[in-house]
Each structure stands twice: as structure tokens, then as C-alpha cells.
């Protein structure tokens, strides 16, 4: 995917943070939530997300974006909260007009998905986590002397942060991709400056150390995939494991790698784009690329085996409604009939969220 065809906006949270987000593709939405620390822009050509990037946009509408505290977003907002980061999700998906819609959640960015899902569980069609946890640091650990360790280094990484000298964030960027090469190492470290200030980055890891996702985890109800790696450096296993076994219905599929960021010369990137290609709707080619907003939602809901009673009610529209979009799909698509359609649509990728 071309960076320069991706298109920034802005938008208000109900409590007055100015967001910016970024949409980019054709196809059934997803929306990749926000995390640590993104830029909407510098994403597109960092070695470090290019791949993620361009693999989410394949055969689907993408809206990213950058959440309070950091990237184009303001930077001086005064909540830095988990309930602020929903409320980011909230006015993006609002401001981009998606009725229903992915969810890709990375590390903290899973939990702030499911929060959402669990809020909004009729405009969440699919949710899929990779390198995720329930608790965050500051809960999970066994011990005073592990939580005191974490807060040491993020003291440390807020002294150091400004400093010419990048060995405090090339320890950060290590962690995230421990067999990460020079470039992609040098790339995590500049976005880190480029992202956010001491400050905030302090602030953004202290809150999600303290993230606890156990209360609302369990009320998610749409089809949900975790993904994670097994040896990941910066969140455990574990962590991933026991946030999968809280959604009902969740699968849990473990990676062989040490990344919390995949690198895509590694075998676990094979692997996960297999899983993400069999999970998240798609479009496969030109055809199924002329297909409307509307008519690419209401094939996911015919894949899924609704009736048009059923869609019209779900998308609150009559039945005359759904039976013309339905014409024009069948045009489009080159069939005749509904079992046909649902067909070509489940080998798309529609459905998976029946």
C-alpha cells in the first residue's frame, strides 16, 4: 500500500482531545487500535510496521490512528487514562463512519479492543489480538522487587529520552524485537522521539503497567483469534493465555518467536499472516473491490447465513432496502442465487463471524 494514498483527519473525543487517524484501502473495515506509541504517518515507512501495515490493508478499508498523548494527536491532553484511550477508539469510528467493523489490537491495544467490543458488541464483527495481556505489568508481577524493577526502567527511559546517547530506547527497542536488525532498531528508536516527550511516554507506560482487562473481558462477544509469541520479551505468554481463556470462545494460537513486534523475515510471520488471512474478511480481487461500503456489510451478513428480515433489522433499513443492495451484489458478483453468493463470500473470507 502507497503511504501518500493514505488520508489524515482529525477529530474531537467526547472530552475535547483532538485525534488524528488515517484511513487507507477498500474493503471490509478494520481498524487497528492504538497502542504505546504510533505515528500515522512515520508507520507507513518504518521497517518496524510496513508489513503489518500492508498486510492489514490487503483487501480491506484500514483506519489507524494515534491516541491522546501521542503522534499527530495532542500531546498535552490531561487524561491519559485507559477509560480516555476508549474514548479515543470511540470518536475515530464515529468520525470514519463505520457501522460495523474489525478489531486488530496490539499489546496494550488488545485490551483497549476488547473494552470496546464489550461496550459496543453490536458494530464489532471480528476481534483479533496479538501480543496482548490482561494485566498489565504492575499487576501481574509475583513480587514488590519485579514491580520496583519496571518502574526503574521507565524512569530510566525518561531520563534518559532526550539524551543524544539512544541507549536507554535501544534498550526498548530491543525488547521489542530482540533479532531485530540495525535499521529496524535505528527506526523503533526514532519513532520513540518522534512519537511523544518524557512525559507522556512515562505516563502511557505507567497507566498500561496498571491495566487490569479481567472485568470486562468476559462480556466480549464476537468471534475473537489471539495471537502471541511464545519467548516475547516484553509480554508473557502467560499474560496472552489467560486473556484468551476470559472471552468466550476465544483461540489462542502461540507463535515461535521472541518478538513482541514480528519481524517479517522470521517463520512466525508466515504463521500469522496465514491466521490473520483466514480470520479478518477480505477482498480477493477487483471484483469483490467495486462492492460499496454498504454492500460489502450486508455480503459479511448474507455470508453469515441472516436472513434480509435479519440484516434489515441489524441495520436498521427495510427489507426493500437489503433486497436492492442484494440485486446489485449479485450483479457484481456475477451469481445468481444466495447460495452462490455465500459461496464466493466465505471464500473471500466473509462469514467467519457467524
Avoid at 14 to 26: E, F, H, P
Avoid at 65 to 77: I, K, P, Q, T, V
Avoid at 176 to 195: N, V, Y
Wanted: with cysteine.
Amino acid at each position: 500500500m502507497d503511504p501518500a494514498r493514505q488520508q489524515i483527519r482529525f477529530c474531537t473525543t467526547s472530552d475535547g482531545v483532538r485525534i488524528a487517524w488515517a484511513a487507507a484501502g477498500k474493503g471490509p473495515s478494520v481498524v487497528r487500535v492504538s497502542h504505546w506509541l504510533t505515528h500515522i504517518e512515520f508507520d507507513w515507512t518504518s521497517p518496524v510496521w510496513r508489513h503489518f501495515l500492508a498486510e492489514l490493508a490487503r483487501g480491506r478499508s484500514l483506519v489507524r490512528y494515534d491516541s491522546r498523548g501521542c503522534g499527530l494527536s495532542d500531546w498535552d491532553a490531561a487524561d491519559l487514562s485507559f477509560d480516555g484511550w476508549v474514548r479515543d477508539l470511540e470518536a475515530v469510528v464515529d468520525a470514519a463512519g463505520l457501522e460495523r467493523f474489525a478489531l486488530f489490537g496490539v499489546s496494550r491495544g488488545g485490551a483497549i479492543a476488547a473494552a470496546y467490543a464489550a461496550k459496543h458488541p453490536q458494530r464489532v464483527t471480528h476481534l483479533l489480538c496479538y501480543g496482548a495481556f490482561a494485566q498489565g505489568a504492575f499487576l501481574c508481577a509475583r513480587s514488590q522487587a519485579q514491580r520496583d524493577e519496571h518502574e526503574s526502567a521507565i524512569r530510566l527511559l525518561e531520563l534518559g529520552w532526550e539524551r543524544e546517547n539512544p541507549a536507554t530506547r535501544q534498550m526498548f527497542a530491543t525488547l521489542m524485537q530482540p533479532d531485530g536488525t540495525p535499521e529496524q532498531h535505528r527506526s523503533f528508536i526514532e519513532m520513540m522521539r518522534l512519537a511523544t516527550s518524557a512525559k507522556n511516554a512515562g505516563r502511557l507506560l505507567r497507566e498500561t503497567a496498571a491495566l487490569d482487562a479481567r472485568s470486562f473481558a468476559s462480556k466480549v462477544t464476537c468471534p475473537t483469534l489471539v495471537l502471541h509469541a511464545r519467548a516475547d520479551a516484553r509480554v508473557p505468554l502467560e499474560q496472552a493465555r489467560l486473556l484468551a481463556s476470559l472471552i468466550p470462545g476465544a483461540r489462542f494460537v502461540p507463535l515461535d518467536s521472541a518478538s513482541h513486534i514480528l519481524l517479517e523475515t522470521e517463520p512466525a510471520w508466515a504463521e500469522f499472516t496465514a491466521q490473520l488471512r483466514n480470520f479478518l474478511p477480505h477482498l480477493e480481487n477487483a471484483t469483490y473491490g467495486e462492492l460499496s461500503a454498504r454492500e460489502t456489510e450486508i455480503l459479511e451478513l448474507i455470508a453469515q447465513g441472516l436472513a434480509n428480515r435479519d440484516i434489515a433489522a441489524r441495520l436498521g433499513v427495510t427489507e426493500k432496502t437489503v433486497r436492492n443492495h442484494i440485486n446489485s451484489i449479485f450483479a457484481k458478483l456475477q451469481v445468481r442465487t444466495r447460495a452462490q453468493a455465500i459461496v464466493r463470500a466465505r471464500e473471500a473470507g466473509f462469514g467467519s463471524a457467524g
